[in-house]
């Protein structure tokens, strides 16, 4: 059974540029998390989502970010006009339901870094 | 606000002794789970081991193991024979039972001397 996967592992972009990051969850998996891990910092929550809905981005900064995760296809992880303070460590976690009961299983992680 | 605290940034051990890295919280919830993750150079968050607050009996998964103190609010790992592959970077986290938000600590960074 594959585990979360998250591609590209490395991101290079320039400042102004816009990075998409991407996340398929584990079959069977529903539900998505992002969570950001700035240098030197444990992982904070940015967003949760299930298919076609945001549940709660309160973790995400109100511009440039974005998320989605449609009925077909990955969850996307969108960042416009990245800055260098975007530079991070982008975590993507799922689990089979809502993971108040269920583990969220993390993938190897994007790791952004903006120039 | 949650608030999880890794007052270890750096700990090292020798190959097959035992090592503790501490973590504490801070709660008003009676109801959460606290989890020990391990990030390894390739970055891969894996699950080491989990504790539900309701139970008393302190977790356990091979050669790790947890001190699990409520009333302290203290939840300690113990890596027991220690192995180079457990040089990684830990990461306490919690988790309310009724939420999925993960709070994490900063991190304790763990280096097995041969």
């Known amino acids: 059974n594959a585990g979360v996967m998250q591609n590209p592992r490395h991101l290079v972009r320039r400042r102004g540029q816009e990075a998409r990051l991407r996340c398929s969850p584990m079959?069977?998996?529903?539900?998505v998390y992002w969570y950001r891990q700035l240098p030197e910092e444990g992982l904070k929550f940015m967003v949760y989502?299930?298919?076609?809905?945001?549940?709660?981005e309160s973790g995400m900064p109100k511009e440039r970010f974005s998320a989605e995760f449609p009925k077909e296809g990955p969850s996307i992880l969108r960042i416009q006009q990245v800055v260098r303070g975007d530079s991070a460590a982008y975590f993507c976690?799922?689990?089979?339901?809502?993971?108040?009961?269920?583990?969220?299983?993390f993938g190897p992680g994007t790791r952004l870094t903006v120039t | 606000a949650q608030t999880v605290t890794q007052s270890q940034p750096e700990m090292s051990v020798q190959e097959a002794e035992t090592v503790t890295l501490s973590c504490t919280y801070d709660?008003?919830?009676?109801?959460?789970?606290l989890f020990w993750y391990k990030q390894p150079p390739s970055r891969q968050m894996i699950l080491v081991i989990r504790q539900e607050a309701y139970k008393q009996q302190n977790a356990t998964e091979n050669r790790f193991s947890v001190n699990f103190q409520k009333a302290a609010k203290s939840f300690s790992l113990k890596i027991s024979d220690s192995q180079l592959g457990d040089a990684a970077m830990y990461f306490c986290a919690y988790r309310p039972g009724s939420n999925y938000k993960l709070t994490f600590g900063k991190g304790t960074l763990l280096t097995v001397n041969p």
């Open positions: 079959k069977g998996h529903s539900h």
């Open positions: 989502l299930q298919k076609e809905n945001i549940i709660d």
């Open positions: 976690a799922s689990s089979p339901q809502g993971a108040s009961t269920y583990e969220q299983y």
């Open positions: 709660t008003s919830e009676s109801d959460y789970y």
